[in-house]
């Protein structure tokens, strides 16, 4: 059975640019979360997805929006890209959308941005 | 909003002594304590986790024990090996939200 997986591994984009990141969960997980990792720091969250609909969000600015699609696969968009958005994206899924569930991480998507 | 703190950054030991890391949260209505391992350039992985009805959980050599009311959780990790070596992150899961601490850099000295 396929982990968690995420596309594209590495991107770089320009200030100002758009930028969207693809998660699939593992099959038969209803819930999606996404994080920001900055170098050398931990995780920050940004939303989290269950069954379509958003049951969480974190401290971020307007510039970033998500979806979750009925396949539960999810997209994490990011507008006006700005040299400080330049981290680590981190998609995890688990079986539902209690806090108290298992989360499993997909490799991660590497934006750079100049 | 929650807020989790993590001491120390780092910690050097010993190959075959113990480590241990401490976490504070200020949510009390945070209810599930996982703690990552992350090796350089990887995803996070889960390696021992705790909900707020259990006080202490053990596998094999690592052990998570949770203080609610003080809220304090700590990861010991005994007999460490050089595999060991890699940055821990715990975290605290409320209203949908999973916030981690900053990190340890654990070095396992040969």
């Known amino acids: 059975d396929a982990g968690v997986t995420q596309s594209p591994t590495h991107l770089i984009k320009t200030r100002g640019q758009h930028v969207t990141l693809r998660c699939s969960p593992i099959?038969?997980?209803?819930?999606v979360s996404w994080y920001q990792q900055v170098l050398g720091q931990g995780p920050q969250f940004i939303f989290q997805y269950y069954e379509k609909e958003e049951r969480g969000r974190g401290n971020f600015p307007d510039r970033f929006s998500a979806r979750q699609f009925p396949n539960y696969s999810s997209e994490l968009n990011v507008n006006a890209l700005l040299l400080g958005d330049s981290a680590l994206y981190l998609c995890?899924?688990?079986?539902?959308?209690?806090?108290?569930?298992?989360?499993?991480f997909g490799p991660g998507t590497r934006l750079t941005v100049l | 909003g929650e807020n989790v703190e993590q001491h120390p950054s780092t910690l050097s030991v010993q190959e075959g002594d113990s480590a241990v890391i401490k976490c504070t949260y200020s949510?009390?209505?945070?209810?599930?304590f996982p703690w990552y391992k992350q090796e350089l350039g990887k995803r996070p992985q889960l390696i021992i986790d705790?909900?707020?009805n259990v006080g202490e959980k053990k596998d094999q050599r690592i052990a998570v024990t949770l203080n609610k009311t003080a809220k304090h959780f700590s990861l010991h990790i005994t007999e460490t090996q050089p595999e060991d070596s890699a940055v821990y992150f715990c975290?605290?899961?409320?209203?949908?939200?999973?916030?981690w601490g900053a990190g340890t850099k654990l070095i396992i000295k040969p």
């Open positions: 949510d009390s209505a945070s209810n599930y």
């Open positions: 705790i909900r707020s």
């Open positions: 995890a899924s688990s079986q539902q959308g209690q806090s108290y569930n298992e989360q499993f």
């Open positions: 975290a605290a899961s409320t209203h949908y939200q999973l916030i």
């Open positions: 099959s038969g997980h209803k819930s």
